[in-house]
Structure formats: structure tokens, C-alpha cells
């Protein structure tokens, strides 16, 4: 029995739904997430029975859940299945603390990123590394499901999560994404309006990426600045409502670099960063790999042309930041 045959079974099987995201969500997790919704009232079930857990989402994306679908707090005791998108790493899962509750139920996973941890256990997972976004994989093998009246509002989602982590269509292109938003556009999304929509970042997210911008230091094409707790309102701390992607949109709209690295301090006093590239000689996700093999990184991973990371460091001055910048752009222009 093929995976998706499974899930299928699981999906009509089931009857109470808890649709779960990584923390942080970003445009691609939020749209995958309303995407499953819609997949499941497609199929009958009652949506009053789907609760779509994203407590945090940052004010510049809040125009993806069109029909207040998002829920900030879980309302059912139970759930028949736990269906989890753009995350296969547990400690990443917002509401991990739900899944150790129903640990006991069975769960799926929909992801484009590399695997880390077990999968939670579960048998009922699709994970293409090569997709550009975990949507392109929920159109792939799910929109032959989708009934008439859902049927826009889910190609608005798949369209969104693509525009999101391709940054509008200028990193990890391919042609199934261009495919899939041509299609999306014939039928009448308004892909123009979702870019614009996507670029409209909240007055908040301004100042930040303007910070980053008067801090930001270029060496053979590569940029690295940097965002630390003292620059952050304490509503920010967690670093939830900080939209990274929106800030590094910004910064390679006003800055010719051919690499970005943008490190954030979170509340633990750890290094959260996340790498673009244009460059196809560089693989960001080997470079995370490396990093984390040489225990320079506590974790990391992604694609080759954007990527993610965590790292610990004794303080943040500017000379420890600096000889992190150092070792990215060696390790980048050593690829």
C-alpha cells in the first residue's frame, strides 16, 4: 500500500482532526496548514472537528487565514488523528506538549525538509526534500481530492506557501512550483496580489530589518548581520512574532549580496540563523550538515539555497558575532 493510500485511509477513517506546524510559522507552514483544512472538508468531515493549532503568527501574514480558520488554544479533549506540515522535527512542532497528550493516536507528517528525529513514531509521513515548499507536496498528492467550493481558497494556499519560501519566486525555483502558481493564476488566484501581500511587512518588521541593514557587513558577495534580545520588545523575546523571512526579504531588497546570514539571539541565549543563497556552487544544507558535525552547530539543515540553524555561544559581542561570521564565510566559500 502506497503512502498516500494510508494517510487516506487514516484522513477517512478519522473523525476529530489536530492540524500542527512548527514554531515560528512562517507563510509556508501557516497556508499548509489552511490547505489541510480545506483538504478535510473536501472529504466530508465537519469543521467543527478540525482545530488548526498556530497560537503566534506575525501581523505581515495574518492576511493568509482569510476565514479565521487558525485556533490559539485546543478546544477537544481528543483527537482521532494529528496531522503535522513543514515539520518532522519533534522539538520543532508548536503544541509538541498536545502530541505527548495523544501520543497514543496516530499521527502523518507532510514536510520538504530534511528528516530529524524518528518521525514521532509514525509510518504516515511524506518527505520530498526536493519540493520548493511543503504546499507544492499537498497540491502533488492532494488536490485530485478537492471539492468545487473549497477548491480556490486551497490553490490560494499552496500559492502562498510557494511565493513565501521562494521569497517571490527568487530562491529554489522549479519548474513544478512555476507549474503549480501557473495553474493557480489560470483558475484565479491573484498570484500578484499574494506577492504584493507578502511583501506588505508591518511597520515592526521594518525597524528590525532596518537595524540589520546599518549592521550588516558584506565579504566577497556574502552578507552577515545580526538582531540580539536587547533589540527586541519583550513581547518578542521568543522570537514567535519575529518574522525572519520578512526581515531578510527586506534586507536583500535594499543590499546587492549573493549570500545572507542573518543570526537572531533567542531568550535562551542561543544563535537562531537563517541562510539565502543565489549561488548554485553552494549547498547551505551541506554547510549546516558540517557545521553540526563539527558541533559548531547544535542542529541545522534545509536546502541548498536556504537554510537554518542553532548554535550556542558564551556571549553575543560583537567580536564573538563577527568570528561566526567568519567561520560561515569561510565554510560558504569553501563549499
Do not use: W
Amino acid at each position: 500500500m502506497d503512502v498516500r493510500k494510508k494517510i487516506m485511509d487514516n484522513v477517512c477513517q478519522a473523525k476529530t482532526f489536530l492540524i500542527l506546524t512548527h514554531v515560528r510559522p512562517d507563510g509556508d507552514a501557516i497556508s499548509s496548514s489552511i490547505a489541510m483544512y480545506y483538504l478535510l472538508v473536501s472529504l466530508g468531515k465537519d469543521p467543527k472537528n478540525i482545530e488548526v493549532f498556530i497560537p503566534y503568527i506575525s501581523k505581515d501574514l495574518s492576511f493568509i487565514d482569510k476565514h479565521n480558520i487558525l485556533t490559539k488554544n485546543c478546544t477537544m479533549n481528543n483527537h482521532d488523528l494529528v496531522i503535522i506540515v513543514d515539520c518532522s522535527d519533534y522539538s520543532r512542532v508548536e503544541g509538541s506538549n498536545l502530541l505527548r497528550e495523544f501520543s497514543s493516536q496516530q499521527c502523518i507528517i507532510i514536510d520538504h525538509h530534511e528528516v530529524s528525529g524518528n518521525l514521532m513514531g509514525t509510518e504516515n509521513y511524506i518527505i520530498d526534500t526536493s519540493a520548493t515548499s511543503c504546499t507544492c507536496i499537498i497540491y502533488r498528492e492532494f488536490h485530485m481530492y478537492m471539492c468545487e467550493q473549497n477548491s480556490n481558497s486551497f490553490l490560494r494556499c499552496v500559492a502562498i506557501g510557494i511565493m513565501s519560501d521562494t521569497i517571490g519566486l527568487t530562491l529554489n525555483v522549479t519548474d513544478e512550483c512555476r507549474d503549480i502558481l501557473s495553474y493557480c493564476k489560470k483558475v484565479g488566484v491573484d498570484i500578484q496580489n499574494i506577492k504584493e501581500q507578502l511583501r506588505n511587512v508591518d511597520v515592526r518588521t521594518q525597524i528590525l530589518a532596518s537595524l540589520t541593514i546599518k549592521r550588516l557587513i558584506i565579504n566577497q558577495g556574502i552578507g552577515c548581520t545580526y538582531i540580539l534580545q536587547s533589540d527586541l520588545n519583550p513581547e518578542e523575546y521568543n522570537l514567535k512574532t519575529v518574522n525572519h523571512k520578512a526581515i531578510i526579504q527586506q534586507i536583500l531588497d535594499m543590499v546587492p549580496c549573493n549570500t545572507l546570514v542573518l543570526l537572531i539571539e533567542n531568550e535562551n541565549h542561543e544563535i537562531k540563523g537563517s541562510m539565502r543563497t543565489t549561488l548554485s556552487n553552494v549547498d547551505l544544507n551541506y554547510i549546516c550538515a558540517l557545521m553540526v558535525e563539527r558541533k559548531i552547530f547544535l542542529q541545522g539543515g534545509g536546502h541548498s539555497n536556504s537554510a537554518g540553524f542553532k548554535m550556542t555561544i558564551s556571549d553575543t559581542t560583537e567580536t564573538t558575532l563577527n568570528h561566526i561570521f567568519k567561520l560561515l564565510v569561510t565554510a560558504i566559500l569553501g563549499n
